[in-house]
């Protein structure tokens, strides 16, 4: 981390990229680092902020898997590639998804009609 620091030598700023005003570098563990921080970022802040990270993060790819998954469906379909070119392990883990997804969307298939049948 680069620090910005003031005419008391008290660090007031921080950055990521060295600049002409950011010329001071500090590991992480740094004393003055772990200070300025502790007083500056309050702690439930970096780990909400972190939290939120990961949690985007998962849920990118999570959306990134399924729009894989249907890149290689439709690549399957119109015959640019066949199936069984893709790696045995790359042909279960689809196939497991493709299995899992068939058996969620019978379930609620299942969960509408009982819920149907409830009805006066």
Do not use: C, W
């Not at 620091?5 to 740094?30: C, F, G, K, M, P």
């Not at 399924?66 to 199936?83: K, M």
């Amino acid at each position: 981390m680069y620090v910005k620091r003031a005419s008391d030598n008290q660090i007031i700023a921080l950055s990521t990229v060295q600049t002409d005003e950011y010329n001071e570098y500090l590991s992480n563990n740094d004393p003055d680092l772990l200070s300025f921080m502790q007083k500056n970022i309050p702690a439930y802040e970096l780990a909400n902020t972190e939290l939120s990270h990961n949690k985007k993060l998962q849920h990118s790819d999570a959306e990134l898997a399924r729009v894989l998954e249907d890149l290689i469906e439709l690549l399957t379909a119109n015959g640019t590639i066949t199936f069984t070119d893709l790696p045995m392990a790359a042909q279960i883990k689809l196939l497991n998804r493709k299995t899992l997804r068939h058996n969620m969307k019978t379930l609620d298939l299942l969960n509408e009609e009982e819920d149907d049948s409830l009805m006066p």
